[in-house]
């Protein structure tokens, strides 16, 4: 059985919002592109079919996330959304390839210059796709989703696409003959915004797939509560990895010298179990207990 926490259910439902989005913007897009004559329309609504698919993969990893840990994955299946950031990714180059291959090819072919009314469906289109990244995003800080974030660019993307096809075509109809290719200079110029963007959503996926240091404010919380359990006279290392929706914990704390065991033990216990409670999203807080280097060890 699969045990989904709030944050897990946010981000699915947000998913399924980019799903339903997109497979009607894919429509729209290629339909006017079509019967307005604008290749950019076009190329956008081939990046909204390929989000449609990113946004499937989204999904899937998400709920794959959502597993229980078990015997072969003892810190969860979360590690997972890294790889479908991944997968996002190569959508969006994929995408970007295309549009920049197919803007070239019809730059070099002559045809008829874009029908006024794309204009409109253009304007829709980009508020539409601003206020969908502007949901997705914020969901995104909420759950913690690298994925999600990835699914957001996605929306950032066709918007700015979508404003390039906008430039091309109003440049292309109040400039008239010999500037009909100007909306396939706009996909063109589009689509290495896209590639560019998608070095932006790559890079940090990639530092939480490979653990590197990225929660300083983590840390900082994470001590600060720690100093407010009694018994805890300090902590050193701090070592945070990202896995899923989780942040895994292994955590130094300066105690007493002079306790036993057992005192170590139960205390150690309880820091654990306040750090689970204060601050959300911890996985497996695993502590280490160090004496105070400053008392003096008495033997007889």
Not at 148 to 175: E, P, Q, V, Y
Request: aromatic letters at 10%; glycine letters at 6%; one cysteine or more.
């Amino acid at each position: 059985m699969i045990f989904m926490s709030t944050n897990q259910e946010k981000a699915i439902r947000t998913t399924y919002f980019s799903i339903a989005g997109n497979t009607a913007l894919a429509l729209i897009k290629g339909l006017a592109g079509v019967f307005g004559n604008s290749y950019a329309l076009i190329a956008d609504a081939i990046e909204s079919t390929t989000d449609i698919f990113s946004s499937l993969f989204v999904l899937f990893g998400l709920k794959y996330a959502s597993r229980p840990a078990d015997k072969n994955h003892p810190y969860g299946h979360g590690r997972i959304e890294s790889l479908i950031t991944f997968v996002v990714v190569a959508f969006l180059v994929t995408s970007a390839t295309v549009i920049a291959y197919e803007s070239v090819q019809n730059i070099q072919t002559p045809h008829e210059i874009p029908e006024p009314w794309t204009l409109l469906v253009l304007g829709g289109i980009i508020l539409w796709k601003e206020v969908s990244y502007q949901v997705v995003v914020r969901k995104s800080k909420e759950t913690n989703s690298s994925a999600l974030k990835a699914d957001a660019w996605h929306h950032r993307s066709d918007a700015i696409t979508s404003i390039m096809a906008f430039i091309g075509i109003a440049l292309a109809l109040f400039f008239g003959e010999g500037y009909e290719a100007a909306d396939d200079w706009a996909a063109l110029f589009a689509s290495a915004f896209i590639l560019y963007n998608s070095y932006l959503i790559f890079r940090p996926a990639l530092g939480e797939f490979m653990d590197e240091h990225l929660y300083d404010d983590l840390i900082k919380e994470i001590r600060e509560a720690s100093h407010q359990v009694d018994g805890i006279r300090g902590t050193e290392k701090c070592l945070i990895r990202k896995n899923g929706f989780m942040y895994h914990v292994d955590l130094h704390a300066i105690v007493d010298g002079a306790i036993s065991v057992k005192e170590g033990h139960d205390l150690a216990h309880r820091l654990k179990d306040a750090l689970v409670e204060k601050i959300s999203n911890l996985g497996q807080v695993l502590i280490h207990i160090e004496p105070d280097h400053e008392e003096e060890v008495i033997t007889d």
